[in-house]
């Protein structure tokens, strides 16, 4: 394949006050490789870049790499541009490329133990006598390069790495994407300043700042006052209040995003398979939907989300159904049970309220007690990682799924050794590797419906629902929502 890259129109000067977005959490660092979340992402995304990325449609294009193709089993090459600078006024070589992805999948190599899982992708090799790589995995490995071109794995110089320490690694940046780093504040702002050395040409705005905001009301009252310009997860409830304010409106989206409470099942009561059913019939998401949301989302039944790869579309929600769930408790041995739902703040759209329902509603169970915990998110999550042993038992995390194919949210999160999970069930394990060494794509979708009706049935989750995400937009900037939740502030134009 050969490159098709994505530009855009740039020709407003940017001249002004900065463009602000206000998200829930602010990173608690910046090394691009030492997390797994989708709003650290968004926030070095302006800074760093990947050998792939996608389009606002979905379209995979060549970022930092002019061609890319498969030339054997488990083995891929990808041709590096040759017209990148980093930051610091370096080029970018192959020997970057290749020791930015070996830094996530190989322990020994950058001083990191990256939490972000690239697997079976297992290593990456500059090609002798080419400004090329080759990308090594275990087997076929059929979405490779769609992996490849995910929110994570960006490109990093290598001796700039290597002449840093983590501390410094996590405070500092030096990308080639299309904003450079002025000043970060640990879970305040990041503020950057575009990069007039940019090969695509500078960006249409000179100034960048991502703030955090936990509290939702924070988010909107900051947008309506003209303190920020994009703020993400408008509750439902606030929507009139933006769109009849003069100077702002919203922007909806239906998201790849669903969030869910895992339930850890090596630990008691989440260890029993109809504990865990009773869950999911003791809840009502179409009434949490409606009450809760207003309305923007749909149930979940299943790990993949409708419009994904490998979604199947015959598979019934759970219903509410208090007598069933009251049985299956009791099959369970846990009558009596007491379990707390730790959540997010602000992470998600209205996540503590409707974490609050699905407790209210399973503590109407007669032999089940529930109760939430709320939780800072960078706090909660940096106990889920890298292992769950000493984490909560039950959580709600939600997974956007950025490449469009089920495997990337069932590898992670319900195989043996995914990066996040305690899942191990030898007939699911079995066939999720048969899907992926299927080089038929008809028939590794059939395999991957089949593999998300059993998980449907082993109810590993206490399915929610599938989000839409509300921007507020303050009407000095023109831009365009992303089902996949990348905001990509290249795009930003203002009045």
């Given at each position: 394949?050969?490159?098709?890259?994505?530009?855009?129109?740039?020709?407003?000067?940017?001249?002004?006050?900065?463009?602000?977005?206000?998200?829930?959490?602010?990173?608690?660092?910046?090394?691009?490789?030492?997390?797994?979340?989708?709003?650290?992402?968004?926030?070095?995304?302006?800074?760093?870049?990947?050998?792939l990325f996608r389009d606002a449609n979905g379209r995979l294009y060549g970022e930092l790499v002019a061609e890319w193709e498969r030339i054997e089993k488990g083995r891929v090459r990808l041709k590096v541009r040759?017209?990148?600078?980093?930051?610091?006024?370096?080029?970018?070589?192959?020997?970057?490329?290749?020791?930015?992805?070996?830094?996530?999948?190989?322990?020994?190599?950058?001083?990191?133990?990256?939490?972000?899982?690239?697997?079976?992708?297992?290593?990456?090799?500059?090609?002798?006598?080419?400004?090329?790589?080759?990308?090594?995995?275990?087997?076929?490995?059929?979405?490779?390069?769609?992996?490849?071109?995910?929110?994570?794995?960006?490109?990093?110089?290598?001796?700039?790495?290597?002449?840093?320490?983590?501390?410094?690694?996590?405070?500092?940046?030096?990308?080639?994407?299309?904003?450079?780093?002025?000043?970060?504040?640990?879970?305040?702002?990041?503020?950057?300043?575009?990069?007039?050395?940019?090969?695509?040409?500078?960006?249409?705005?000179?100034?960048?700042?991502?703030?955090?905001?936990?509290?939702?009301?924070?988010?909107?009252?900051?947008?309506?006052?003209?303190?920020?310009?994009?703020?993400?997860?408008?509750?439902?409830?606030?929507?009139?209040?933006?769109?009849?304010?003069?100077?702002?409106?919203?922007?909806?989206?239906?998201?790849?995003?669903?969030?869910?409470?895992?339930?850890?099942?090596?630990?008691?009561?989440?260890?029993?398979?109809?504990f865990r059913r009773a869950m999911n019939y003791a809840i009502d998401n179409v009434s949490i939907i409606e009450n809760v949301l207003n309305g923007f989302g749909k149930p979940s039944n299943q790990p993949t989300?409708?419009?994904?790869?490998?979604?199947?579309?015959?598979?019934?929600?759970?219903?509410?159904?208090?007598?069933?769930?009251?049985?299956?408790?009791?099959?369970?041995?846990?009558?009596?049970?007491?379990?707390?739902?730790?959540?997010?703040?602000?992470?998600?759209?209205?996540?503590?309220?409707?974490?609050?329902?699905?407790?209210?509603?399973?503590?109407?169970?007669?032999?089940?007690?529930?109760?939430?915990?709320?939780?800072?998110?960078?706090?909660?999550?940096?106990?889920?990682?890298?292992?769950?042993?000493?984490?909560?038992?039950?959580?709600?995390?939600?997974?956007?799924?950025?490449?469009?194919?089920?495997?990337?949210?069932?590898?992670?999160?319900?195989?043996?050794?995914?990066?996040?999970?305690?899942?191990?069930?030898?007939?699911?394990?079995?066939?999720?590797?048969?899907?992926?060494?299927?080089?038929?794509?008809?028939?590794?979708?059939?395999?991957?419906?089949?593999?998300?009706?059993?998980f449907h049935d082993l109810a590993p989750w206490i399915f929610l629902h599938q989000q839409s995400n509300l921007y507020g937009t303050s009407n000095r900037l023109s831009w365009t929502a992303r089902s996949d939740?990348?905001?990509?502030?290249?795009?930003?134009?203002?009045?």
């Amino acid at each position: 394949m050969s490159e098709t890259d994505s530009t855009y129109d740039q020709s407003n000067d940017g001249e002004g006050d900065p463009v602000t977005v206000v998200q829930g959490p602010v990173p608690a660092q910046l090394d691009p490789h030492n997390h797994t979340h989708t709003y650290t992402s968004n926030v070095v995304l302006a800074a760093y870049e990947n050998l792939l990325f996608r389009d606002a449609n979905g379209r995979l294009y060549g970022e930092l790499v002019a061609e890319w193709e498969r030339i054997e089993k488990g083995r891929v090459r990808l041709k590096v541009r040759e017209d990148v600078s980093f930051h610091d006024g370096s080029e970018l070589k192959p020997e970057d490329a290749a020791f930015s992805l070996n830094r996530i999948l190989l322990e020994d190599v950058g001083n990191l133990v990256s939490p972000q899982n690239f697997d079976p992708i297992t290593e990456a090799e500059v090609v002798d006598g080419e400004f090329a790589i080759d990308v090594l995995s275990d087997g076929l490995n059929p979405i490779v390069f769609q992996m490849l071109g995910s929110h994570n794995g960006q490109i990093m110089k290598k001796s700039w790495v290597e002449a840093r320490d983590q501390s410094t690694i996590a405070k500092e940046m030096n990308g080639t994407g299309p904003f450079k780093l002025v000043e970060f504040d640990q879970d305040e702002f990041v503020r950057f300043e575009r990069f007039e050395d940019y090969r695509k040409g500078p960006a249409a705005i000179d100034q960048l700042e991502y703030r955090g905001a936990p509290e939702a009301s924070v988010r909107v009252n900051q947008l309506v006052a003209g303190e920020s310009d994009l703020a993400v997860n408008i509750p439902p409830q606030e929507v009139s209040r933006v769109e009849n304010n003069d100077g702002t409106s919203i922007d909806p989206v239906a998201a790849l995003r669903m969030p869910f409470f895992a339930m850890v099942n090596n630990r008691e009561p989440f260890d029993s398979v109809e504990f865990r059913r009773a869950m999911n019939y003791a809840i009502d998401n179409v009434s949490i939907i409606e009450n809760v949301l207003n309305g923007f989302g749909k149930p979940s039944n299943q790990p993949t989300q409708e419009g994904v790869f490998g979604y199947n579309p015959e598979i019934e929600n759970y219903p509410q159904d208090y007598d069933r769930a009251e049985e299956l408790v009791e099959e369970s041995g846990y009558a009596g049970a007491e379990i707390t739902l730790h959540t997010p703040t602000g992470r998600y759209l209205k996540d503590v309220e409707v974490a609050q329902a699905v407790a209210s509603q399973i503590d109407e169970l007669p032999n089940v007690t529930a109760s939430v915990k709320q939780r800072d998110t960078n706090s909660l999550f940096s106990e889920l990682s890298p292992s769950l042993d000493k984490g909560p038992a039950c959580y709600m995390v939600g997974y956007a799924n950025a490449i469009s194919d089920a495997s990337y949210v069932i590898e992670p999160l319900l195989t043996e050794g995914g990066s996040s999970t305690s899942w191990e069930d030898e007939e699911t394990q079995a066939l999720f590797e048969k899907a992926q060494s299927e080089p038929d794509v008809e028939k590794r979708e059939v395999l991957l419906q089949e593999l998300n009706k059993k998980f449907h049935d082993l109810a590993p989750w206490i399915f929610l629902h599938q989000q839409s995400n509300l921007y507020g937009t303050s009407n000095r900037l023109s831009w365009t929502a992303r089902s996949d939740d990348h905001i990509d502030p290249y795009t930003f134009s203002v009045e």
